[in-house]
């Protein structure tokens, strides 16, 4: 079989051990590209850079790995990638992460990862959004090999166009973990605040704080299962409209 | 009746044309604030601001229209207003816009006008984001008006947990507007590609232009409708499961 050809992103940025996992485990059955943000993405949502011109360096971050770090966002990366950098090769599969930190319930709209995702499903390629469950765990190891099989089951089956998959994996060894559950996006949200400090100019600035609250009533949703240490893999797609408002609001009265 | 509290963000920028004829309008009937970036935020997406702190000036634009200028991203607009710049009070309604510029179809998912709305929702507060469809066109007024008279209606009716309305007017004079439409966020893909030039120290950076190509049939898409000159009114929501694809995934064999 030919191998495979395999775009990697993150929002973590080029230089972050997510990617850097990601990237030994999948060149041992696929071509692997990395293009990815030069710094740290996280919460960027799904922006992209349209007022600015975008800047590209090539980073050597291993002896044997380089890949195009970008001056812009998760998505700025992955569409510059595809409509320039790669030269209209065909791209097979794309995988955005190892993110460190969970992509669960509300999270998944600020994700810089899960849009990296999106934006190459935009584009017409399978992709698969993945997040290590965990801010301070540092061992991905176990999280890669499961993103090098999932991968092989994408390639092989394909995404239908539209839908992409976001996957979290606990941050445990692979002992702990319990299953594999297909999930819904969770229901939580963001207690957060602002915390007002005083700089020595004596300018206020704010800091935002929090956390976040979960509202998952059970192993269905993201959030509640990766909590319970399943490996959550939820199919995500971007049509927003709410179809079950549509008829009620057809019987409003909205008038010229 | 006592007047409602209404809270007005946009992408553009507290200093845009867009969110004065907005304020002139609404302040006709309702208590304003003005919570809004303090420059233009287009295709922002839904990002927040984490990593670092943020600033806030208050702006006077107009003799006796002052706003907060928020040195962040719309959603950092909103979320910062609720949270700390209002104190609690309670907001009855949020209005993002008027944008210069539709926000239909795929643009939703990269729209700053749309996230400042959708965090609204997520906070609590019913949210409308609206869109005057041109970069061009400068007379907000009767978008203005219109939007006064949703808000009036939603105001009554409120909104379920978790919708917002995303609304596009032509920009044409009331007599060429053809009528009001519930439609769907409608398909379209962007035909981008990036333009390479090189700066005077013979650096490579790049500049995305292209156009977006929609593919709706019908009028019951956002972007056909508002092509025909109607008002399109979507309802938004962001649980973006893909509910069709999770029975079949079920299917898959995933394996620890």
Same mark, same amino acid.
């Given at each position: 079989? #030919? ?63 380089? $890949? ?28 955005? $992460?190892?993110?460190? $930190? ?55 089956? $394909? ?14 060894? #692979? ?48 959030? #509640?299962?990766?909590? #319970? ?28």
């Amino acid at each position: 079989m #030919k191998k495979p050809t395999i775009l990697i992103s993150n929002d973590d940025g080029i230089e972050s051990d997510g990617i850097k996992a990601l990237w030994r485990e999948i060149k041992k059955f696929a071509d692997v590209i990395v293009v990815a943000p030069h710094t740290q993405q996280s919460a960027v949502g799904h922006s992209i850079t349209v007022a600015n011109p975008i800047r590209v360096r090539k980073n050597i971050i291993d002896r044997d790995f380089y $890949g195009y770090a970008v001056e812009g966002s998760p998505a700025d990366s992955v569409k510059l990638a595809v409509r320039n950098l790669l030269k209209g090769r065909k791209i097979d599969l794309l995988l955005s $992460g190892i993110n460190h $930190g969970a992509n669960t319930a509300i999270n998944i709209i600020y994700s810089g990862t899960v849009s990296a995702a999106t934006e190459g499903t935009i584009l017409g390629i399978p992709s698969i959004a993945v997040s290590l469950a965990s801010f301070t765990y540092i061992d991905f190891s176990y999280a890669a090999k499961f993103t090098a099989e999932i991968s092989k089951i994408v390639l092989k089956k $394909g995404l239908p166009h539209g839908t992409l998959l976001n996957v979290n994996i606990p941050a445990k060894p #692979k002992n702990k973990i319990k299953g594999v559950l297909i999930t819904r996006q969770g229901k939580s949200y963001w207690d957060d605040k602002y915390e007002s400090r005083i700089d020595p100019n004596k300018r206020e600035y704010f800091w935002l704080t929090g956390r976040m609250a979960s509202l998952d009533e059970s192993l269905e949703f993201d959030q #509640k299962a990766i909590e #319970k240490d399943y490996i959550t893999i939820t199919p995500i797609q971007y049509d927003l409209t709410d179809y079950k408002m549509l008829d009620e609001l057809k019987r409003w009265d909205f008038k010229l």
